[in-house]
């Protein structure tokens, strides 16, 4: 089992920036990708989170396209953790983020933390 912890959601203003950390513990593999998946009001179920950004062991980053160049994902391998740097933030960009782990065998999720932009 891999546990996630998440912390660092909030309410900001448009314009604004927030930063995400997650924080990994368990039977965590070399090799791993970490990255942070958004849900948004009115999606339920875990298969419609959409993909922020994604990092490998190797420093391999993937972002969706309507956060490049506002969002920077990175990892600290020696604190088993994740964070996700969020600029120039849009209402558009409200959402539950959730953590999510992806090993040769295990993958897991976070709680999720609220991030809410206002207008």
């Known amino acids: 089992q891999v546990q996630l912890v998440e912390s660092g959601g909030g309410l900001v203003q448009a314009g604004g920036s927030l930063r995400l950390s997650c924080a990994a513990s368990?039977?965590?593999?070399?090799?791993?990708?970490m990255g942070w998946y958004r849900q948004v009001p009115g999606k339920q179920r875990e298969l419609e989170r959409e993909?922020?950004?994604?990092?490998?062991?190797?420093?391999?980053?993937n972002y969706a396209d309507s956060v490049k160049g506002r969002f920077t994902i990175s990892r600290d391998s020696a604190k088993k953790s994740v964070y996700l740097q969020m600029n120039s933030l849009r209402p558009e960009d409200t959402a539950v983020y959730y953590c999510?782990?992806?090993?040769?065998?295990?993958?897991?999720w976070g709680q999720g933390t609220q991030v809410t932009v206002s207008s």
């Open positions: 993909l922020v950004a994604t990092i490998s062991t190797g420093g391999i980053t």
């Open positions: 368990g039977s965590i593999s070399r090799i791993n990708t």
């Open positions: 999510n782990y992806r090993g040769p065998i295990l993958s897991s």
